[in-house]
């Protein structure tokens, strides 16, 4: 079966990529999942518009990678959340939470897709969060994780 990936699939590939694929991994795992879509002539073009969207947040090489973790590198990220008593959270941080706070800190706009979290993070305090820039540059920035008032 060949398919277009919409989305990242790990050991398949990125979107935009046309790929083969067993029948039954594609019908009952990745279409219904939304990874993918049934490739057609009119979906060739599609994936165009996912390449050059992929591009434009993609970070394109050796050398911008190494800047953006420069930035990263100088950047004080600080979160507030409500937590209860002993700065246990309501709920946990998400990436999206984190890319958010990094980008009103003054960084660089990141992927919450490439963040890796420690673990779950459920209480106020310093965390340490890498950031996958380039298969070959991982940034590692401090997020302080305060109580709200």
Do not use: C
Request: glycine letters at 12%.
């Amino acid at each position: 079966m060949k398919i277009i990936l919409t989305q990242e699939v790990s050991g398949l590939g990125t979107p935009g990529d046309i790929v083969e694929v067993k029948n039954g991994y594609g019908r009952n795992y990745l279409l219904p999942q939304g990874f993918a879509i049934q490739w057609t002539k009119g979906a060739e073009k599609q994936v165009a518009v996912i390449k050059r969207a992929r591009d434009a947040r993609e970070i394109r090489d050796l050398g911008q990678a190494n800047e953006v973790k420069a930035q990263l590198s100088g950047l004080k990220v600080t979160l507030t959340a409500r937590s209860g008593n002993g700065g246990r959270l309501f709920g946990s941080i998400t990436p999206a939470e984190i890319v958010d706070a990094v980008k009103t800190a003054g960084g660089p706009v990141l992927d919450r897709r490439r963040l890796e979290l420690p673990g779950h993070i459920k209480t106020t305090g310093a965390y340490n969060v890498q950031v996958k820039l380039h298969p070959e540059v991982t940034a590692t920035f401090p997020v302080n994780v305060v109580a709200a008032k």
